[in-house]
């Protein structure tokens, strides 16, 4: 699968996933368990081995909405609290069967300073996140959402086969209706 989020493309994270699988603690995740929930003080991040997982949040009618993905050799964690001391603004959740290695937010702080090169991954971890939520909140106001579909299945071919069309539609803030015919659209392009 391509790789989901951004930052994967852009940085080197060889020396932090290694602090992960040798200092982190494994645990295994079944489908619909939680690594995080909204509301909770979880100062915890975790290196994804295996598995994928899903940001999800609630809004005020209890409607739940996915906000990102998680997929093999990428970061979990709820970025604000972590450097915010408040509060995770969102739930983290198995989507299948998932590996992860967890390590303290204050495991990870030692780790960034550790050494120059540290610090300079963490600064670059922090501008990386920043960029990838500006263009998500670009695309959501000024892409229709058939270039946000167009967009993701280019990406990630495979990401079909890892959630539901209902789960993507939410992603793509589109109701399952509207995702259903601009595949349809699509299907009748191509056999023209």
């Known amino acids: 699968m391509g790789e989901f989020n951004i930052y994967n493309e852009i940085l080197d994270f060889s020396d932090f996933i290694h602090l992960f699988l040798n200092k982190g603690k494994k645990i295994t995740l079944e489908k619909n368990e939680y690594f995080c929930r909204a509301e909770e003080n979880f100062p915890f991040v975790a290196y994804l081995e295996k598995g994928a997982f899903r940001?999800?949040?609630?809004?005020?009618?209890?409607?739940?909405?996915?906000?990102?993905?998680?997929?093999?050799?990428?970061?979990?964690?709820?970025?604000?609290?972590?450097?915010?001391?408040?509060y995770a603004i969102s739930n983290i959740q198995a989507i299948q069967s998932s590996v992860i290695y967890t390590l303290s937010i204050s495991e990870i702080n030692s780790y960034f300073n550790s050494s120059m090169d540290a610090q300079l991954?963490?600064?670059r971890i922090a501008e990386v996140v920043l960029f990838s939520m500006a263009q998500r909140l670009k695309s959501l106001y000024c892409d229709t959402p058939e270039e946000?579909?167009?967009?993701?299945?280019?990406?990630?071919?495979?990401?079909?086969n890892r959630i539901t069309l209902r789960e993507m539609a939410s992603y793509l803030m589109i109701t399952p209706e509207t995702l259903s015919r601009i595949r349809r659209k699509i299907v009748l392009k191509g056999k023209s």
């Open 55 to 86: 940001y999800t949040c609630d809004d005020s009618d209890g409607k739940e909405h996915i906000l990102s993905y998680a997929f093999e050799n990428e970061i979990l964690g709820n970025y604000s609290p972590l450097q915010n001391n408040c």
């Open 121 to 123: 991954l963490g600064r």
């Open 148 to 160: 946000r579909y167009l967009s993701l299945v280019t990406k990630c071919p495979d990401v079909l």
